[in-house]
């Protein structure tokens, strides 16, 4: 069974940046796009970026477009967050989550067609 654990989040002021980690473990996941989901509280999860098995390509939410940068380093097996100009309505719990496969024709936004979850990382931006 795969595992993937988050870290890197924490407590920043509105402006400042964070880099969140997602580390797996169990099996290689350098064939699975990944991606990251974020859960604010009574909010439903909510897709942020995801990313081809490659690296190759990536997809992001309108709400973090230009400020949020995903990438992956397969031979670590690690997927990261780069989160620049952070903003309030950014604080939430950041999950990470795998797809096997490497094809790219799916809905990338949808929580169901991951297989692996992460059990997350608390971000909270202060105004």
């Known amino acids: 069974q795969g595992q993937l654990v988050e870290s890197g989040g924490g407590l920043v002021q509105a402006g400042g940046s964070l880099r969140l980690s997602c580390a797996a473990s169990?099996?290689?996941?350098?064939?699975?796009?990944m991606g990251w989901f974020r859960q604010a509280p009574g909010q439903e999860r909510e897709f942020v970026a995801a990313?081809?098995?490659?690296?190759?390509?990536?997809y992001y939410a309108d709400s973090v477009k230009g400020r949020f940068t995903i990438s992956r380093h397969n031979a670590e097996n690690t997927v990261y967050l780069q989160m620049n100009s952070l903003e309030p309505e950014d604080t939430a719990v950041y999950y990470c989550?795998?797809?096997?496969?490497?094809?790219?024709?799916?809905?990338?936004?949808?929580?169901?067609?991951?297989?692996?979850w992460g059990q997350g990382t608390q971000v909270t931006v202060s105004s």
């Open positions: 989550a795998a797809r096997r496969g490497y094809s790219w024709s799916w809905d990338k936004a949808s929580s169901y067609e991951y297989d692996y």
């Open positions: 990313i081809t098995w490659s690296g190759g390509s990536t």
């Open positions: 169990g099996r290689t996941f350098s064939s699975y796009a």
